[in-house]
């Protein structure tokens, strides 16, 4: 009976050391960190000095007021679009459509506003329901593709970017519906609540909805867990398929909550005007920390990485630099930070 | 270990296509016990497994748990009779931590309004996490990241978790094969701990001392059919070999 020997007092001592090599556990110092995560509290070092190095050559023009309220609304549409492209790309997905949709839901909208005629709150509401319902839509095609038919995101919404901007052309007959109501343009794409414009607010309450539904629910949960590893999802009883379409869904959604501010900024539908909506979205994600192979990633990051190369250009044009060199720059960036995500992904599987 | 065992699987058979997987293996295992199940390659064990935990279905047999008949349609039945299993790859989430790979799919939500919108009680979480933790003596830092864990810690984080949702059996599968010396022995005090919890315990492996030290009783597979089964203090290394090569099984007792 050899075995016999250990149940009983091999429990507490020599059982447990094997495991108990316990890391040191977070203090609250690490956990703000952590929330932060070593990415986003180092892309918000690179913010501050961006600005405050463009503050301090132009101090007449880059800090003003005007002009930072303009880069918010630079940034509010293509924010509206990473937070669902941060979703999506948590879960190992990409989504190339957002622009397409955007488009799409634009044009849908206009179209059901025109169509309604008036310029009352309540057309304006049925608009952004248009909208939303239309992105929504393509999005739940695209989670159905990409989830149920096992086709790769990549080309799902590649697919899906040609099929609704074509959509939109056929519907415009290529020409840009620029009557839409004027009510519109003047709340949501030029008003003002207590000096912040609307879109910066509407921005504002997607993003840090997206963030918290991110991070404090079962859907976030969900999001992290189907990007880290679907098949212990699957073996835990989740219905990854049915979530990923969600995902998708959600990310089609505010594409067309994009589409709507994007009506309201320009008062037309602008179907020439996003052609690399998607990409930008992609790289700003990206930048901010969230990762490719799914799994990692955060809210904080992708409203760092949207932002900084908004700033990068407005700052190049008040420097009177040329413009392009912000391309090329958040171009290097982009390629960096997929870099450092790689060997960040190498070391741990050591 | 009760009269009537707690998993009996009697005369189960497997094809597939040509291929007999299960020519009528027989099965059971009791309450505190730790069964292991050994055999050379395609002898059937991992089959036996996957149809005892739901995960495929036999086209012949019955299993019978608590002495009732149980047709497992999916992992999810098993999981309803109380049935978790322990899987080789472990299936966890390596970017969540351990807290919430042990509430994975069955995540605890606030009450009231924040619960309505989905809103997790990841504190709660962490707390009833802990104390299983500290019940089956494992020592994981649970809002660390599974991948910040060791091997060892992983595997322990799996096991516990099984532990904690299994109110009958676990199956385990190699569950200590990519583990050192001293990080096996971890495990193998975890799984005796489960056992003297009251649960049964069903292991494969490969590694015949293990399966001699930590196992009450051993049964062995042979061609997807039952050789015989054994106390682990009746028998040794040489004679199971000899069992799983050629299909003849004496005890020293008989």
């Given at each position: 009976m050899t075995k016999s020997i250990a149940p009983m007092n091999g429990l507490t001592a020599s059982a447990n050391a094997p495991l108990?090599?316990?890391?040191p556990s977070a203090s609250p110092a690490r956990r703000i960190g952590g929330v932060l995560s070593n990415q986003s509290t180092a892309l918000f070092i690179v913010l501050v000095v961006l600005a405050a190095f463009f503050s301090a050559i132009r101090p007449d023009a880059f800090p003003q007021i005007a002009n930072v309220l303009n880069m918010g609304a630079d940034a509010s549409i293509l924010l509206i679009l990473a937070v669902g492209s941060t979703f999506v790309i948590i879960t190992r997905g990409i989504d190339l459509s957002v622009n397409g949709v955007l488009v799409f839901s634009g044009v849908i909208a206009a179209k059901a506003m025109v169509a309604i005629g008036g310029e009352g709150p309540y057309v304006l509401l049925v608009g952004l329901a248009c909208a939303i319902a239309a992105g929504a839509a393509w999005g739940l095609l695209n989670g159905f593709l990409v989830?149920?038919?096992?086709?790769p995101p990549l080309i799902v919404t590649l697919g899906t970017l040609g099929m609704s901007l074509g959509f939109a052309l056929l519907i415009t007959g290529g020409v840009d519906?620029?009557?839409?109501?004027e009510s519109l343009v003047l709340s949501v794409g030029s008003g003002r609540l207590a000096g912040i414009p609307i879109l910066v607010i509407i921005t504002a309450i997607v993003a840090v909805a997206g963030a918290l539904m991110l991070r404090f629910t079962r859907f976030g949960r969900y999001t992290y867990a189907a990007g880290s590893n679907p098949e212990a999802c699957r073996r835990a009883s989740i219905n990854v398929t049915a979530h990923l379409i969600k995902v998708y869904s959600l990310a089609g959604a505010l594409a067309g909550v994009g589409g709507y501010t994007s009506l309201a900024r320009?008062?037309?539908?602008?179907?020439?005007?996003?052609?690399t909506d998607n990409l930008q979205v992609i790289a700003g994600v990206v930048i901010g920390?969230?990762?490719?192979?799914?799994?990692a990633g955060g809210m904080v990051g992708t409203v760092l990485g949207i932002i900084i190369p908004v700033v990068l250009l407005n700052g190049f044009v008040v420097l009177g630099l040329p413009p392009f060199w912000q391309q090329v720059a958040v171009g290097a960036v982009l390629i960096g930070a997929v870099y450092l995500d790689q060997l960040r992904r190498k070391t741990r599987e050591r | 270990m009760s009269d009537l065992p707690l998993i009996e699987a009697r005369g189960i058979v497997r094809h597939f296509g040509h291929v007999q997987a299960l020519k009528g293996a027989d099965f059971s295992v009791g309450r505190g016990e730790v069964v292991a199940l050994i055999g050379d390659n395609g002898a059937g064990k991992s089959t036996l497994v996957r149809i005892l935990s739901g995960t495929d279905r036999p086209n012949d047999g019955e299993i019978r748990v608590n002495g009732r008949l149980a047709h497992f349609k999916s992992p999810q039945d098993a999981r309803a009779a109380g049935i978790e299993t322990v899987y080789q790859d472990l299936?966890?989430?390596?970017?969540?931590d351990a807290s919430a790979n042990v509430f994975l799919g069955r995540e605890i939500l606030k009450s009231g309004l924040l619960g309505h919108l989905g809103v997790l009680d990841t504190a709660r979480m962490r707390r009833e996490a802990a104390v299983a933790m500290e019940r089956l003596g494992v020592a994981i830092?649970?809002?660390?990241?599974?991948?910040?864990?060791s091997g060892g810690q992983r595997q322990s984080a799996a096991v516990a978790r099984a532990a904690m949702w299994a109110t009958s059996a676990i199956f385990m599968d190699e569950?200590?094969?990519?583990?050192?010396v001293v990080q096996t022995l971890g495990v193998l005090d975890l799984i005796r701990r489960v056992r003297d919890a009251g649960k049964a315990v069903v292991l494969i492996s490969h590694n015949l001392p293990q399966v001699l030290e930590v196992a009450d009783r051993i049964i062995v597979l042979r061609l997807g059919r039952t050789v015989g089964q054994v106390a682990a203090s009746e028998t040794n290394v040489d004679d199971l070999v000899k069992a799983m090569t050629s299909g003849e099984l004496r005890s020293k007792a008989a």
């Open positions: 108990d090599i316990q890391r989830a149920k038919a096992g086709i519906i620029s009557d839409v109501p320009f008062a037309t539908t602008t179907l020439g005007g996003h052609l920390g969230t990762s490719l192979f799914g799994g | 299936a966890l989430a390596p970017d969540l830092n649970l809002s660390s990241e599974i991948f910040k864990l569950p200590t094969a990519a583990l050192g």
